[in-house]
């Protein structure tokens, strides 16, 4: 049963423009929740986070939208460069569950064309 | 260090064999991770360790899978009786207290024939 659903495996953009990544949860205790971007035959690594008290976040180029409500949240990369081309993940915890373990969807593939 | 370590990086088994897979956190992070991802999957989550609680094992696929940290540092999952559906590429990562950014490490690829 995924909690933490990317629902389009993969996604391509050019280069200038917006990329946009969805994400849905069903959990409702989740209240912390990251992206991670990974390149081939490396490790995930930490993009950007947000406290389910905001409803967006912003870092440079990366904005990441919450709606709780709709348990749904985005991010958006504006604008695209190629070197942005990796596999998104998005993740959720649950800090008051006690193990804040991290909950990871499936992932969607950006290709961002020169 | 400067990063999560893990070995080896590559490891292929035969079917029925024992495997351990060894992570270094990065020093200090009381919090360590161990994750898989399979072909065309998302990261399962396996085990959780913090600090002197007892772990979080409920992401542990079956009772071949066990993990051990040792002194609050250095963690090894052991695969016993490998089969090929464990084949999956194996990351561990670590964070401070109560944080949830965690740092991966490269992984291990399992690869078991």
Same mark, same amino acid.
């Given at each position: 049963?995924?909690?933490?659903?990317?629902?389009?495996?993969?996604?391509?953009?050019?280069?200038?423009?917006?990329?946009?990544?969805?994400?849905?949860?069903?959990?409702?205790?989740?209240?912390?929740? &990251?992206?991670?971007?990974?390149?081939?035959?490396?490790?995930?690594?930490?993009?950007?986070?947000?406290?389910?008290?905001?409803?967006?976040?912003?870092?440079? =180029?990366?904005?990441?939208?919450?709606?709780?409500?709709?348990?749904? &949240?985005?991010?958006?990369?504006?604008?695209?460069?190629?070197?942005?081309?990796?596999?998104?993940?998005?993740?959720?915890?649950?800090?008051?569950?006690?193990?804040?373990?991290?909950?990871?969807?499936?992932?969607?593939?950006?290709?961002?064309?020169? | 260090?400067?990063?999560?370590?893990?070995?080896?990086?590559?490891?292929?088994?035969?079917?029925?064999?024992?495997?351990? &897979?060894?992570?270094?956190?990065?020093?200090?992070?009381?919090?360590?991770?161990?994750? =898989?991802?399979?072909?065309?999957?998302?990261?399962?989550?396996?085990?959780?360790?913090?600090?002197?609680?007892?772990?979080?094992?409920?992401?542990?696929?079956?009772?071949?899978?066990?993990?051990? =940290?040792?002194?609050?540092?250095?963690?090894?999952?052991?695969?016993? =009786?490998?089969?090929?559906?464990?084949?999956?590429?194996?990351?561990?990562?670590?964070?401070?207290?109560?944080?949830?950014?965690?740092?991966?490490?490269?992984?291990?690829?399992?690869?078991?024939?």
């Amino acid at each position: 049963d995924q909690q933490v659903k990317q629902n389009s495996p993969s996604l391509s953009v050019q280069e200038g423009r917006i990329s946009i990544l969805n994400c849905d949860y069903t959990n409702s205790m989740f209240d912390y929740f &990251l992206w991670y971007k990974k390149y081939p035959a490396e490790g995930p690594t930490f993009l950007i986070s947000i406290s389910s008290i905001k409803d967006k976040n912003e870092d440079g =180029r990366f904005t990441v939208f919450l709606n709780k409500s709709a348990k749904h &949240l985005s991010l958006h990369i504006v604008p695209s460069q190629p070197g942005d081309s990796a596999v998104y993940f998005c993740a959720a915890s649950d800090s008051q569950q006690g193990s804040e373990k991290l909950v990871f969807g499936k992932g969607t593939k950006l290709t961002v064309n020169p | 260090g400067a990063g999560v370590s893990q070995s080896p990086s590559n490891k292929v088994t035969e079917k029925g064999k024992d495997v351990e &897979l060894r992570c270094d956190p990065i020093s200090g992070h009381t919090a360590l991770y161990w994750y =898989r991802q399979s072909l065309g999957q998302g990261l399962e989550f396996l085990i959780y360790f913090q600090g002197n609680s007892a772990p979080d094992k409920s992401g542990l696929p079956s009772d071949r899978f066990s993990a051990e =940290r040792t002194g609050g540092s250095v963690s090894t999952l052991t695969i016993q =009786r490998t089969q090929q559906e464990d084949s999956a590429v194996y990351l561990c990562a670590s964070s401070v207290e109560r944080s949830t950014e965690a740092f991966f490490g490269q992984g291990t690829r399992l690869t078991v024939v």
